[in-house]
């Protein structure tokens, strides 16, 4: 995701977020991979 702009990731990320009450597991998918690539 190197090359995704703010703008491109916010929009993604409003996605996730309207979308987690109808597809949890898709959160969850995310968050999980967003901590897992965030440095330490």
Do not use: H, W
Request: hydrophobic share 40%; no cysteine; aromatic share 4%.
């Amino acid at each position: 995701m190197e090359n995704i702009s703010d703008r491109e990731y916010l929009s993604l990320l409003r996605l996730i977020v309207s979308e987690s009450g109808k597809r949890p597991d898709l959160a969850q998918v995310f968050l999980t991979t967003l901590v897992k690539s965030s440095p330490p």
